[in-house]
């Protein structure tokens, strides 16, 4: 085995890079939801239960639908 080369630590950046992103989103949007107040009590657990089942489509959905359900 050679020495690893610029190709070879591009593709393990951008590996990285890739993995670590749904990873952010997911607690990206459980915090936002922890700490968020909403007009229905049940609607933060809803938001839970989506971004934990479905973290990628539930997130997204999250950050585009809930700021109309908050309590600004």
């Known amino acids: 085995m050679g020495p690893i080369g610029m190709p070879e630590l591009v ?11 749904p990873l952010a989103l997911l607690f990206g949007a459980l915090l936002s939801c922890n700490s968020a107040t909403f007009w229905d009590s049940t609607n933060k657990l ?14 997204i959905l999250y950050f585009a639908i809930s700021p109309k359900q908050r309590i600004r």
């Open 11 to 21: 593709n393990i950046g951008l590996g990285v890079i890739i993995a670590a992103t």
């Open 46 to 59: 809803v938001w839970v239960l989506a971004i934990i089942f479905f973290p990628i489509l539930g997130s």
